[in-house]
């Protein structure tokens, strides 16, 4: 659930979601369609995405309006909820349809999960109980879970997040190169 910047309210875990998305995530990770994953716990999608850039250091571009939301939600909101059982995942190009295919069945099995495709390296995708292109689906065995295609690996040197959706456009929230925001990130833990 990403929420409003004024709604105040503590993300909650979908006890209903929950389960099927943790499983079909795994299961797509164990099948080897995944190249790397991330949970949104701790910054939301901007350090998710950030951090698994500076981890590789591999560029990447994130389109904030393609962050699946429930109504509407800012530039910000859309980047830092920390919504719980929400995951960045890259997936390489040329397992874009075998992961897309998987998600939609619900996982190895028929248990639930998201989507990735696309140029260059890899392309990150966002799962879980927001995903869907606004719509929320239950997640029991065998349901999809929602998912969306919100950026792409580029294989540069930055970070890139635009305003706007599939493909971005509407101008750039952030572009910083990988050393910079690995050396803040380091920083913090220096104290």
Not at 50 to 58: D, T
Not at 92 to 113: K, M, Q, S
């Given at each position: 659930m990403c929420i409003r910047d004024s709604d105040g309210l503590v993300p909650r875990v979908d006890l209903a979601a929950a389960p099927g998305i943790v499983r079909a995530v795994a299961g797509a990770i164990s099948s080897g369609l995944v190249r790397a994953c991330h949970d949104l716990s701790e910054g939301g999608m901007a350090v998710a995405a950030?951090?698994?850039?500076?981890?590789?250091?591999?560029g990447a571009e994130i389109w904030a309006g393609a962050v699946p939301c429930d109504g509407e939600v800012t530039a910000a909101g859309r980047l830092f909820a920390e919504s719980p059982t929400r995951f960045l995942l890259e997936v390489?190009?040329?397992?874009?349809?075998?992961?897309?295919?998987?998600?939609?069945?619900?996982?190895?099995?028929?248990?639930?999960?998201g989507?990735?495709?696309?140029?260059?390296?890899?392309?990150?995708g966002g799962t879980g109980p927001d995903a869907?292109?606004?719509?929320?689906?239950?997640?029991?065995?065998?349901?999809?879970?929602?998912?969306?295609?919100?950026?792409?690996v580029t294989g540069g040197d930055s970070l890139r997040i635009l305003a706007g959706g599939h493909e971005g456009g509407g101008g750039t929230i952030v572009s910083l190169k990988l050393a910079d925001l690995k050396a803040a990130w380091q920083g913090t833990l220096r104290g």
């Open positions: 950030a951090e698994m850039a500076f981890a590789g250091m591999l390489a190009p040329e397992h874009a349809g075998a992961i897309e295919a998987l998600f939609r069945r619900g996982g190895p099995g028929g248990e639930g999960v989507r990735n495709g696309g140029a260059g390296r890899g392309n990150t869907g292109n606004g719509k929320r689906e239950e997640s029991k065995a065998g349901a999809p879970v929602p998912f969306a295609r919100i950026g792409r």
